[in-house]
């Protein structure tokens, strides 16, 4: 029985690990990087010894060892991914088909850069990973007040008490990870804001098109690395059919409270 439930759990390990590490690992080497392949001879080597040796030591160090790998080849990564995203571009803008693989690149950028940004930038992050998803009238409902926590957006409330609908648009530098109004940038830019009193309470309803242009280099970090997103990328999977675009309404209350409620529903 203990040998039973033994392989039950490194059965159990192993799965785990694979669905984890395997998809990116496997993106990374489509991609071109090299550490996607590193990255592969690390997750086997793991699994060999695990096997061999009867133990789950070595699959309890394999993230970390994955993760140092994926750390160390950082700038050598980032420069391997400009050169292909450069090129994928080029040939889009001279009306060149990619491939299904190099398509699928570009969808695994878009899931994987949404993903690792959550903790971050969780508006935006959501907004993307809604674009994996048809919708049935093109639009999708927010209940979140985190955009009352914008300067430009607070200010913008103030210097117009008397006005019920305006819009308010950030400068594309303004989506780099040090700037301040980075996180509503990237969420909402541009977006129109509606004012309305419902039983004596005020309500703001910000509307944004969640839609990648076709052209537009967005620095998103500057320092140590630089890491340059090209939207037109995306854009060319709109077009294919892979992302579909879509509005987003972010419904809030209560300007004149602060902390706001930042709890994040969809309908």
């Not at 033994?6 to 071109?32: A, D, H, N, Q, Y």
């Not at 994926?70 to 995203?85: A, C, G, M, Q």
């Not at 990619?98 to 935006?124: D, H, R, W």
């Amino acid at each position: 029985m203990r040998f039973i439930c033994e392989l039950s759990m490194r059965f159990f390990i192993i799965c785990s690990l694979f669905i984890l590490l395997m998809p990116v690992t496997l993106w990374s080497i489509t991609f071109g990087f090299l550490v996607g392949y590193l990255g592969l001879l690390i997750i086997l080597i793991c699994f060999s010894i695990s096997i061999t040796k009867n133990s789950n030591k070595i699959l309890g160090v394999m993230p970390l060892l994955w993760l140092i790998l994926n750390v160390i080849f950082l700038p050598y990564t980032l420069e391997t991914y400009d050169k292909t995203r450069r090129d994928y571009f080029y040939r889009i803008n001279h009306s060149q088909e990619l491939t299904f693989i190099e398509k699928i690149n570009i969808y695994g950028l878009n899931i994987f850069m949404s993903i690792v940004a959550i903790p971050i930038y969780p508006e935006a992050s959501m907004e993307s990973i809604y674009l994996i998803f048809p919708t049935e009238n093109g639009y999708r409902t927010f209940n979140s007040n985190f955009f009352l926590n914008s300067n430009r957006i607070r200010e913008t409330i103030s210097k117009n008490p008397n006005v019920n609908k305006f819009n308010v648009i950030w400068n594309v530098s303004e989506y780099s990870f040090f700037q301040t109004e980075a996180r509503y940038a990237l969420a909402l830019n541009p977006c129109e804001i509606n004012k309305r009193i419902v039983n004596g309470e005020t309500i703001f309803e910000v509307s944004v098109q969640i839609q990648y242009p076709n052209k537009m280099e967005v620095v998103l970090i500057n320092k140590p690395v630089n890491l340059i997103v090209e939207e037109g990328l995306f854009a060319y999977l709109q077009k294919s059919g892979w992302l579909h675009p879509y509005t987003a309404i972010w419904i809030g209350k209560n300007f004149s409270n602060s902390p706001y409620a930042e709890k994040h529903t969809v309908r």
